[in-house]
């Protein structure tokens, strides 16, 4: 076989896998959801859109989101720094931040139903201290607001990890010269995180807020577990129309409306961090 040929058979496997796994399904989803009886339509789009949980869900999924995302990213900033400047017990620290990423959704929202739960751990605990007289159902349409944050501490528990992997690695190649130099000429640490770290660090950065922000607007294990139907989001939605109400063709508009909108904070995220052109650490 001529060398010349070589790049193509490599990538041909790559090539095939995108096709039937990505690009297939895709098209037939994109049929679903435009396809109609007499051509194509926009009339699924209206019926989703138009049901009155769709704003709710929508909502909850933003503010969901718009919650964890900045909290994890301030998180894993602080923990890909504090490991990088330590000598000794890197690896275990940074084994054990990362252990909630071998833990699958349902099983982290089932871990902290066991926390919040009228029978959970904060429950006892409260009792024991004597704050509370007897059990509270935190977990229910009366406290919306527990709902809330008990999704988002599990999120922020469990997908934290994701985002630190990738920026320890972007800060591990940044060159310690930077840091010296500062150093020499009197630049606090805070100077050095703002003007070596952030800077260099940009493409970590866009990679870990497109990778997070994208699995945010796909939550859906955590906030069944935890919120069931009180709490609706936009992956909740999807499933309950695909199979509890067996509507296929408004499923796939809605997983349409929510790949949208995860490209557009996508191009979003690309467009604030973009890497000037010929940048280099």
Known sequence: MSTRYL?????????VFLCAFFLYPFALV??????????????????????????????????????????????????????NR??????????????????SDLAAGIIWLAIFE???FLNSMMLGLGVIDRPTAFLSYQ?????????????????????????????????????EAAEVFGASPWQRFRKITLPLLR????????LRVVLAFEVFAVVAALGGTIFPVL???????????QNGGAAAALALIVLGIS?????????????????TI
């Open 7 to 15: 790049p193509y058979v490599l990538i041909l496997p790559t090539l």
């Open 30 to 83: 994109t049929r679903q959801a435009f396809g109609t009886g007499d051509g194509v339509s926009l009339d699924t789009f209206r019926e989703v859109t138009s049901y009155w949980k769709f704003p709710i869900s929508l909502q909850n999924t933003m503010l969901l989101a718009a919650a964890v995302v900045p909290v994890q990213l301030a998180l894993a900033l602080l923990m890909a720094t504090m490991v």
């Open 86 to 103: 330590m000598k000794k017990g890197r690896d275990l620290v940074l084994y054990v931040w990362t252990i909630p990423l071998g833990i």
């Open 118 to 120: 009228q029978s959970g």
């Open 143 to 179: 406290h919306p607001g527990m709902i809330f944050l008990a999704i988002a501490l599990a999120e922020i528990w469990r997908a934290t990890a994701i985002m630190l992997v990738i920026l320890v690695a972007g800060i591990g190649l940044i060159p310690k010269e930077y840091y």
């Open 203 to 210: 493409p970590s950065l866009q990679t870990a807020l497109i």
């Open 235 to 245: 992956m909740g939605e999807i499933y309950a129309y695909q199979f509890d109400l």
């Open 263 to 279: 490209i557009v904070f996508t191009l979003i995220i690309l467009r604030v961090l973009r890497v000037p052109k010929g940048a």
